[in-house]
Nanobody
Framework: QVHLVESGGGLVQAGDSLRLSCAAS????????MGWFRQAPGNEREFVAN????????SIVDSLKGRFAISRDNAKNTVYLQMNSLKPEDTAVYYC?????????????????WGQGTLVTVSS
């Protein structure tokens, strides 16, 4: 069993920055990667970014490159999502996920565990 605890969401103004955190605990041995997804009201859950836990390589959706970045802290077993220059369209529930599947992909279907989600609201 893997437990993911997310934090860092909140209400901010357009142009502000936030850093989301996701700490993993439990049976994390063999984990292939972790990622961030988001779901806005009325929309499908979509991929944001992920990190390969074995190689430290990262991937981020093209539309968010330059504003968002993913990173990790091995000592804390935590993954972060740095969000800069936030826009109202970034408003969504952001979910952390962990995968034990190979190959590691950006598909939400490849994620085996999910956090509870943290709400990010960006006002204009």
């Amino acid at each position: 069993q893997v437990h993911l605890v997310e934090s860092g969401g909140g209400l901010v103004q357009a142009g502000d920055s936030l850093r989301l955190s996701c700490a993993a605990s439990g049976s994390t041995a063999g984990m292939s990667g972790m990622g961030w997804f988001r779901q806005a009201p009325g929309n499908e859950r979509e991929f944001v970014a992920n990190i390969n836990w074995r190689t430290d390589s990262t991937s981020i959706v093209d539309s968010l490159k330059g504003r968002f970045a993913i990173s990790r802290d091995n000592a804390k077993n935590t993954v972060y999502l740095q969000m800069n220059s936030l826009k109202p369209e970034d408003t969504a529930v952001y979910y952390c996920a962990a995968s034990f599947s190979l190959p590691f992909t950006t598909s939400l279907h490849g994620m085996d565990y999910w956090g509870q989600g943290t709400l990010v609201t960006v006002s204009s």
